[in-house]
Structure formats: C-alpha cells, structure tokens
C-alpha cells in the first residue's frame, strides 16, 4: 500500500519556473557524480533526494538508513516500504553513537558525534558498493539554525546536493508533490534523542520512553509534535491547532504516560516548533563555534 501524508499544493508559475530550474540542477550534479550513497531516513529531505538519485543514476545510488535506540521503530520500517515504493535500493546500517561516552552526555555536539558516527559508518559501505560520493540532506533551511552535525559533513566530504542546488524547505515539499512522492506533506522529524534538553544524560531506557510516548500520542491522530523528556515529566508540544485534541485527550495521554514511567504530563502552551531544545543555547548567549 502506497504511504500516506500526501496533500495538495499550489505553485505558481514564477515558483514553477525557479523550481524547474533548481531541478535541473539536482539532476546535473547528482548524474556528473556518478555514483552515490544516500545517508536517507525516510524523512522530506532524503527521501526526495533517493528518488532523484535514483531516476538519475538508477542502481548506482544506495539509500543507508542508520539504525539506533535513537530511530522510531515505525520510521525504520518505512524508511524500507518508501524505498521499495520508489524502486530505489536499500539497506540498513548499524549505528552506536549510544556507546559514545560524550553523546550520550548529551552535550550541544551531541549531534556531531551521531553523524561522525553515521559517516564513518557510511564510508566502509560506500567503498563496498564502489560509491564514488556520499550524500546528505541538507536544504538552504538548515543553515540557520544550531546544527552541529554539519561540521561532521565537512570533515567527512559528505555531500548535500539539495543544498548545493538552493532547495528550500518549501521546494523540497513543492517537488515532492510534483513527483508523486507521498512525503510531500510529512510531518518534520528528527532523532529521538533530540527531545531531552542539554546535559540531561540520555538512556536507552528514556529513548525507548519517549519513543512509546510519541507513538501512542500518534495513534490518536496528531501529526506534528513532540514529547520533551525531563527526567521524570513529559512536556507536550504541539501545533496550536491541535492543542484543543491534546486536552480532549489529556486524560488518556496521562494515564498513559504515567503508565511508562512519567510522573508529571505538561502541554505547552507556545506550541511546537522546530529546535525549542536550542533555546536555552539562544538564552545563554552560545554560538556554534563555542561549542564546536
């Protein structure tokens, strides 16, 4: 059965017209490399870029999807159903950046060492496959956020052809729709490990916690939000429109959640959005190149 998450989207003609032109040039890079290996977790991103690579370069682009305590277990097993949907290869790869002392510190470089440990990784199957490039994910959006996986990308010369390319995230969702790809209006995601605040130390039995939260919290219809971990209190965001279903719920969510271990259940009230967990690094005034 196909995925789901598809939604209409209008372009106009001038859109229409840049997006050819930035198309185009995915297409060039991506065929003039040859050969490439996709770091792909099925999210927005690396899905659209697998399937670009893959109507370019047919088998001679590899999607690897690095697996952890950190990865959703429904997120693996789509990452595979996505992959066969868009005939492009795939395998997984075994990652343990949960065996990295400093990692699992869960210090602002949390996200490097994951990466550092993804490419590594990546590298040894790259020359397996006789990959000449490896290549990422990121968009123009990227940059403007607290992203320190992106120095692993420059110390590994991994590529990031989408960006390369000028992609936003506006484009990414544009031509997502525009090929068919039932990603085009997924929900934004990333590691669970991004839902404990800096300096809490992260567990695989509080990664397993948040996992199973989020998981029943999915079931009941919500698509984009997070399950903040704070020791022993769970804090909820979510899109504004959707805080009315949290409190139709907010019996059901904590009795759950108390269930596995959570004894506060808090929903907050800003709502989601993307990187609240870097706000703290906003408040004490740090930039990326203090903590890299």
């Avoid at 210090?107 to 990422?136: Q, S």
Wanted: aromatic share 6%.
């Amino acid at each position: 059965m196909k995925p789901g998450y598809i939604r209409e989207q209008n372009v106009s003609r001038n859109q229409a017209s840049t997006l050819d032109e930035k198309y185009r040039s995915l297409r060039d890079d991506l065929r003039a490399m040859g050969s490439v290996l996709v770091a792909y977790s099925a999210g927005v991103d690396s899905t659209l870029l697998l399937k670009v690579a893959t109507d370019v370069l047919a088998d001679r682009a590899l999607g690897a999807t690095g697996v952890s305590e950190s990865l959703p277990e429904e997120e693996k097993n789509q990452a595979a159903e996505l992959a066969e949907w868009m005939g492009a290869r795939h395998r997984y790869v075994d990652t343990e950046e949960i065996h990295n002392a400093e990692y699992m510190q869960n210090n602002p470089r949390r996200c490097y060492f994951c990466r550092d440990e993804l490419y590594n990784r990546l590298k040894k199957i790259a020359r397996e496959e006789g990959a000449a490039f490896i290549c990422e994910g990121s968009i123009l959006d990227d940059i403007s956020d607290f992203r320190p996986g992106m120095l692993a990308i420059r110390e590994h010369g991994v590529r990031s052809p989408l960006k390369d390319a000028r992609f936003t995230k506006a484009d990414v969702r544009a031509l997502s729709e525009k090929l068919g790809l039932p990603t085009a209006d997924k929900p934004s995601l990333a590691c669970l490990s991004s839902r404990f605040p800096y300096g809490d130390p992260i567990t695989v039995e509080a990664l397993e916690q948040v996992g199973r939260a989020e998981s029943f919290i999915r079931g009941l219809g919500l698509r984009q939000f997070r399950v903040r971990h704070h020791k022993n209190m769970a804090r909820i965001e979510t899109e504004p429109a959707d805080l009315a279903k949290v409190v139709e719920h907010h019996d059901e969510i904590a009795a759950y959640l108390k269930e596995i271990g959570y004894d506060y259940v808090t929903l907050d009230l800003e709502g989601y959005r993307t990187g609240s967990m870097n706000e703290v690094l906003k408040k004490r005034k740090a930039t990326t190149a203090e903590v890299l």
